[in-house]
């Protein structure tokens, strides 16, 4: 408490003065004080290097808020502000890969085919895993060409369920996705809605038939608007800008490869998600289910 009045006041009174008041030794002072520096700078060096060590995991990711919150929920990690691990990033010169910019896109509907009504209507909120499945389509480049990536995501945990790879954009890859997902989830497919776009893949006879056998409730996007399937549009952003805009895929199995280490590998099993609380989408339904045995 001396030392620490003295520091308070040494721009209003010598410190000699004061040591002399409070009957302690100005070089106990300045011990004092270096001994402060030194635990300081052991926490700033431990901070760096959890900083680092979760930035690293993430493969380069995870920018100043989601490595604060790990750090903060890990009893064994130094817990730090985000305005401290922000400043730990800038000072060893680590950021995210991931840009800012969001441009969603669509596919190209048959006018030939009437839609299912939009039965979602934004309401990307399910209380139980299996209730609501979105999906859609995108392209990754490999060389000389592209290949096609159809996926099935839970709006529970927003967990990749499905997906498939094709060069094909034909139904069979859309199918191949959803079988996927029913044959690893085995919903009660009566109690399932299906969210897709207005693709024509998705209002084919083909597909329909696979829905209406299984008693899948079909919702379907309205003309233009990507938002009413914004979650399946932002996975694919992350996909993206977080994994495969950094991989040079030779043909489609390093293409598919590199798809499994992110979904497998990172996105359902370590991806941490604000929307669920700041829990990847496996450890958030283990938590749902181990709520239900307790």
Same mark, same amino acid.
């Given at each position: 408490?001396? =030392? ?9 009174? @010598? ?8 009957? *302690? ?18 926490? /700033? ?5 959890? *900083? ?35 400043? !730990? ?7 995210? +890969?991931? #840009? ?14 009437? @839609? ?12 139980? $895993? ?7 389509? /995108?392209?990754?480049? *490999? ?6 990536? !159809? ?8 967990? *990749? ?6 060069? #094909?954009?034909? &139904? $069979? ?13 085995? @919903?009660? &497919?009566?109690? %399932?809605?299906?969210?897709?776009? +207005? ?7 083909? =597909?329909?038939?696979? %829905?209406?056998?299984?008693?899948? /409730?079909?919702?379907? #996007? ?21 994994? &495969? ?16 280490? =992110? ?5 359902? #099993?370590? +991806?941490?998600?604000? &929307?669920?609380?700041?829990?990847? @989408? ?13």
């Amino acid at each position: 408490m001396k =030392y620490a009045w003295i520091t308070k006041h040494r721009d209003m009174f @010598p410190i000699i003065a004061m040591s002399k008041s409070f009957n *302690v030794s100005t070089s106990g002072y300045y011990k004092s004080l270096l001994q402060r520096v030194s635990k300081r700078a052991q926490r /700033t060096q431990t901070i760096r290097q959890q *900083v680092k060590k979760l930035h690293d995991e993430s493969n380069h990711i995870y920018g100043s808020y989601k490595i604060a919150n790990l750090m903060n929920e890990d009893d064994a990690s130094e817990s730090a502000c985000r305005n401290t691990v922000a400043k !730990a990033m800038k000072e060893m010169g680590l950021k995210s +890969r991931v #840009s800012k910019s969001f441009t969603p896109t669509t596919t190209r509907s048959d006018e030939s085919k009437k @839609p299912a009504d939009n039965i979602l209507d934004q309401d990307f909120y399910a209380d139980a $895993p299996n209730r609501k499945w979105v999906t859609d389509i /995108t392209y990754l480049a *490999v060389d000389g060409g592209w290949v096609y990536l !159809a996926v099935v995501l839970d709006l529970f945990s927003r967990k *990749v369920v499905g997906w498939a790879i094709s060069e #094909s954009l034909a &139904t $069979p890859l859309f199918s191949e996705a959803l079988r996927k997902a029913i044959e690893a989830r085995q @919903p009660e &497919t009566d109690k %399932l809605l299906h969210h897709s776009d +207005r693709g024509c893949q998705y209002t084919s006879d083909e =597909y329909q038939h696979v %829905l209406k056998t299984m008693s899948i /409730t079909c919702s379907m #996007s309205r003309t233009g608007c990507c938002y009413d399937n914004a979650v399946m549009e932002r996975f694919f952003w992350s996909l993206k800008h977080e994994w &495969t805009n950094f991989e040079d895929f030779a043909d489609i199995e390093e293409a598919r490869l590199g798809v499994f280490e =992110y979904i497998e590998g990172f996105y359902n #099993s370590k +991806r941490i998600h604000q &929307t669920l609380r700041y829990k990847s @989408p496996n450890e958030f339904e283990e938590n749902y289910f181990n709520k239900l045995i307790a």
